[in-house]
């Protein structure tokens, strides 16, 4: 039986799915990001096909969302983004921590997948940790310097932004130390995954794709790096794109 229990992972509020028969057993660990607005119980079910698969998978909630929302308000939240994902990428080194002092990550096999902001978080988390095996990023920007400035463009055309222009100077200069895009050579061959709407109109498909062929360049097995694209798909994702992903994971962790 698989079962779901809610905990704290060195005070972060998160659900860890895995079968109930091993809860205290070191498993294979998926650790999955939700997206911008989400909230950790809303990727259960990429959770539960994991864990039917073998895993332990652990959602967190991310800062500004779900348990941690606070009352913040839309504008307040969308200015915090790029903080949310640095905060994120801070808080997967400290869940790995408490993984490891409970003993619950089998033969260090532990993966990083998300959605969108989710998705954002994971290719930054790969320029930080190398004990990640491997990654799914699902409608996310490994370009993250490119896609502040669009973000950023865009809020500016809708009314004055409550930041100065030395803050976000400050955001860029942060943004280059996460930004996969400038530093591919910390894949360093760990498999890859990839998933993308082609008409997705939030997170730009081709920041994803031009990586990605940019990227695929740098691996002797290039089977290890797989980007699937689906047509006349927008800002979700689809029971397709959450099978491959699951199969991804599967097989790479």
Known sequence: MIGIIEDKLNDIPSLIIADTAKETEALPTAVFFHGFTS?????????????????????PDSMHHGSREQGINSMARMVSFWDIVMENVKE???????????????????????TSMGGITTSAALTQYPWIKTAAILMGSPKLGIFAKSLIEGLKKKGDLPVTDE??????HQLNHFDLSLQPEK???????????????????????????DAKKLYENQDNVHFVREENRGHK???????????????HI
């Open 39 to 59: 909230a950790k119980e809303h990727n259960l079910p990429i959770a539960y096909m994991l864990a039917e698969k073998g895993f332990r998978v652990i959602l």
């Open 92 to 114: 997967l080194g400290m869940i790995k921590k408490s993984l490891d002092e409970r003993n619950l990550i089998l033969d260090g096999r532990i993966g990083v997948a998300g």
């Open 167 to 172: 803050t976000i100077n400050q955001l860029y």
């Open 187 to 213: 894949l360093k061959q760990r498999p890859l995954f990839f998933w993308h709407g082609v008409n997705d109109p939030a997170v730009p498909f081709d920041h994803s794709y031009s990586f990605y062929q």
């Open 237 to 251: 994702v689809s029971r397709y794109a959450t099978l491959e992903a699951v199969e991804w994971l599967h097989k």
